[in-house]
Structure formats: C-alpha cells, structure tokens
C-alpha cells in the first residue's frame, strides 16, 4: 500500500514525520513489545529526529524496547562530522534513556580495515538478533534518485546484492566508500517512509512514483506499507 502525503515545506515534513514515528514506535511497542527503526542522514531525517526530540511523544516511547539501526553509513573514522550516527547521537539519541546495546552502528574506518569487513559485520548483527524486520524504515532521497548509498547505474544497486549489508566504493557522491543496507534488507521492512524535500528532489519523486527502476527510489517498498513524506517544492512534478 502507497501513500503520498504532502507538507508545505521542509520543516512540517520534520515535524510531521516525527510525531508519526512517535505513534508508530508506541503502537509497535505495545503490539510486539519491541520496536526496530532504520534511521536516515540527511537535512530532512536529521530534521525529524531533531523534532522527535523537541516532541511530547519522545517521553512516552519505552525506549529500553527500541533498537535503532542504520541505511547506510559513511565509512570514515568514528568522530568524522559526516558520519549519519554521529549526527543522529546529536540530534536525538544522546537525549533519550536509549540502552547503548539498543544502538546499532555500522562499523568505521577505525573497526574495520575494509567496508567489506565493515558490512559483514553489521549483516551478523543482524542475524545476531534474530534477523529482525524492520517496524519502520527512514529513507531520504538524492536529485538523482539514489536511496540509502544505492546509486542509479551503481553496480551495488545494479546487481541486487542479497546479502544484507554491503559495502560502496567510487560512490558518486562523496565520501566515496559506504556502508548500506542492500535493497532485499530494505524491502523486508514493514513500512518504507521516503522523506524528500525540495524543488531539486522533484523530478526524481516523479521517476519514482511512476516506477522508473532506473531510480533507486523506485525500487523500495514496505511490505505493509510506503510512504512518501514530501514537502509542496518536492511535489511540483508529480
């Protein structure tokens, strides 16, 4: 099932997409007893966790029963400002009564020699906890349409790696080497939300709401639910 939801701007899809995640994240709590999201980079999913911080539902969230993990990260040392988790932990999650064991990193260039070694070892955590499915899966989108470090034309994105994490090198956007969850990893989550903001993001959700697997975007789907979370400039060609 698809949805299309549009805000006026960056900000509101933030705010928005932050208390949906609060209710989702309760919901799922109360339901399963254990609650698994995948986080994004980027302005708008940095935005959201921001707002998710700033929001009344964050003190209702059991967090001890969340476990958070990652799309794809950087592979660059620990402190590196363009690491997601680095500026997800800002954002968000050093604010929260969140168990570090609950936080799922994907290994750097300090842990690991390569990202090969890096997205072994973040696929057997997976499997380490039972290969969860994902409650709720954050995505944000490049012009180009790439999700995650799935890049259009990329060979990883290319091949449909089935293992569930890999590694990204000559990224066309740098940094140039990645970690990412592949896009089987990413289309067992029960819901996909697709965070997009932007005039220059337009044509791409286009391309993507109409299928055009040349996009990246056009390829992921939740298996209960996809949402499309968009501000009106990112709207404008669909």
Known sequence: MRHVVIYPDQQAVADATAARLG????????????????LTGGSVGIGLLASLGASPLSGIID???????????????????????????????????????????MGSSDDFATAEQAADAYAREMVSLGSPVWDVLLLGMGPDGHVASLFPGHPVYAAGASADAVAVHDSPKPPLTRVSLSLASINRAREVWIVAAGASKADAVARGL???LDVPVAAVAGTERTMWLLDAAASTSV
């Open 210 to 212: 109409t299928g055009d």
């Open 23 to 38: 209710v989702v994240l309760t919901d799922t709590i109360a339901t399963r007893g254990v609650a698994h999201v995948v």
């Open 63 to 105: 967090w001890t029963s969340v476990h958070v993990w990652w799309g794809d990260e950087r592979f660059v040392a620990a402190g590196d400002p363009d690491r997601n988790e680095g500026q997800a932990q800002e954002a968000l999650l050093r604010h929260l009564p969140l168990p570090e064991d609950n936080i799922h990193r």
